[in-house]
């Protein structure tokens, strides 16, 4: 079974590399972003 923390802290870990250390405009990686921001945002409410 997939440990959902875990999970979260990778994804949440692979947006920071990707703001940080990626030539990507913010206009480019925003949906992936957000993506992960509704994710989070779900898991919590179903917590």
Known sequence: MINI???????????DLLRSGSPLTSNQ???????LVFFTLCLRKNL
Do not use: H
């Not at 923390?5 to 947006?15: G, I, Q, V």
């Not at 990686?29 to 993506?35: A, I, S």
């Open 29 to 35: 990686y925003c949906m992936p972003v957000f993506g």
């Open 5 to 15: 923390r875990k999970l979260e802290s990778e994804l949440w870990e692979s947006a």
